[in-house]
């Protein structure tokens, strides 16, 4: 976006934007003028310079195409309108009534006074989400083409906002949280272009963030820009047991400064799980692998970096928790290892709102689960008494067994966020309920 600069030696600058304001018009100009006129307030640039013309000279913005990923800016024009004391440029003064193209390297002069103008560029690089709607991306994008600012598709490096009709959680919802940049709606741009004049303020992010409809995202979540998020994963390595995980997640888990990592075989993982002595390390997060990723190739590495784990007293994390951990600015629960399913589970519930009678119905299937891993474990015990000597870590059950104990505990912390976050698909066949979870990457 193009902002005009005007200083008049001694008193204070005038910044003001250069956008299209009338709603169908391929341009719109300004005046720049000593006195305001009535009803000109939107338009007039008033300098407080004696030597200026009440209508020194015209400044016109001329629309740009709003091209998704088009790097462009709105031509300037400068015209003297026969001003007393003339507009001049390098010392030379400008023909009256002949429009000038100015950009960045264009210094001008006012009158007598040595008043100046010049044009200053601010790019505004918004990347669109949730535009469900052919009219939302109508609208966004004739916005965008007045302003002069750039829309982008896909997340980018250089962008300066998120544009949202209502908050869901996106891959680019997360990753704008990360780089710490506004998150508005449509509104914002078109605020822009409906300033009462061009020195009002202009408008702040924080007053057009969009509305929360995504009921997997908790309600007190805090989107504003927040730099904690920056250095939220610092010091930790996400270790993944497949490609597709890995390429999924490693731009998010990089902007939070952590470090991911990809485990291809069993000498790889042990030597990034663990230290010099041989130690599984506890700053190694295990991204859990889904069950459809499981090969024949890697089932048996992958259940020995487990075992490693669950022998240090640790355990595997899921992609949600990542995005969790983001969204609370917290890796207290999320994304920490030394923590039990059950403290997951309990997290998510209270950040969701869970109504009682769901997580009623949750916590019982999880107990049911837990009583005939228990059930099972003890049979195993005794069928093999030798494997689970030695190996009983307290809390009742066999060391051997624990592994099964605790993907039940995590695959229902699962199904209660998908059931609080009303992204679920139940059907009931002989007492016996499956539910599909939507992975927030997805």
Not at 144 to 149: D, E, H, R
Not at 306 to 332: F, H, W
Request: with cysteine; glycine share 4%; proline share 6%.
């Amino acid at each position: 976006m193009w902002q005009l600069r005007v200083q008049t030696p001694g008193k204070p600058a005038i910044v003001c934007p250069l956008v299209v304001q009338d709603e169908d018009s391929e341009a719109t100009t300004y005046l720049i003028t000593r006195k305001l006129k009535k009803h000109k307030e939107r338009k007039s640039i008033v300098v407080s310079d004696v030597s200026v013309s009440r209508q020194h000279a015209e400044i016109r913005v001329q629309r740009c195409s709003g091209t998704v990923g088009q790097n462009e800016r709105p031509d300037v024009f400068f015209t003297d309108k026969g001003s007393k004391c003339g507009s001049f440029q390098d010392g030379e003064r400008l023909e009256p009534e002949r429009e000038y193209l100015v950009d960045e390297y264009s210094t001008l002069e006012l009158g007598a006074n040595h008043t100046t103008v010049a044009l200053e560029w601010h790019p505004l690089v918004f990347v669109g989400s949730s535009l469900p709607s052919k009219e939302s991306q109508v609208q966004v994008q004739t916005a965008i083409s007045k302003i002069g600012a750039r829309l982008e598709r896909a997340w980018v490096s250089d962008a300066t906002h998120l544009i949202m009709l209502d908050i869901k959680a996106t891959p680019k919802l997360i990753l704008a949280l990360v780089a710490t940049k506004p998150i508005v709606s449509p509104d914002f741009l078109t605020a822009f272009t409906r300033l009462k004049t061009p020195t009002s303020p202009l408008p702040k992010a924080e007053n057009f963030l969009p509305p929360l409809k995504d009921r997997a995202i908790p309600p007190n979540t805090s989107f504003q820009p927040d730099e904690r998020r920056k250095a939220l994963f610092q010091g930790k390595r996400f270790a993944f047991l497949s490609v597709d995980q890995y390429k999924k997640l490693y731009e998010l888990v990089v902007a939070a400064s952590g470090l991911p990592v990809l485990y291809t075989n069993e000498e790889q993982a042990r030597a990034v799980q663990t230290d010099g002595k041989g130690h599984t390390r506890p700053d190694v997060l295990v991204v859990r692998i889904h069950k459809s990723l499981i090969t024949a190739a890697n089932k048996e590495w992958v259940e020995s970096v487990k075992s490693d784990l669950r022998s240090a007293g640790l355990r595997t994390v899921n992609e949600q928790e990542i995005t969790y951990a983001i969204l609370q600015v917290s890796t207290n629960i999320m994304c920490n290892p030394n923590t039990s399913p059950a403290e997951v589970l309990e997290s998510q519930s209270q950040s969701l709102g869970v109504p009682p009678s769901v997580k009623k119905h949750v916590e019982a299937a999880l107990a049911t689960a837990r009583r005939a891993a228990q059930a099972r474990s003890v049979t195993a015990a005794i069928a093999a008494p030798t494997a689970a000597t030695g190996n009983d870590d307290g809390d009742g059950m066999p060391a051997m067994k624990r592994s099964k104990h605790e993907e039940l505990e995590h695959e229902h912390s699962c199904h209660l966020f998908a059931v609080a976050a009303n992204v679920t698909t139940t059907t009931h066949v002989k007492k016996k309920t499956t539910t599909t979870i939507r992975q927030p990457w997805g």
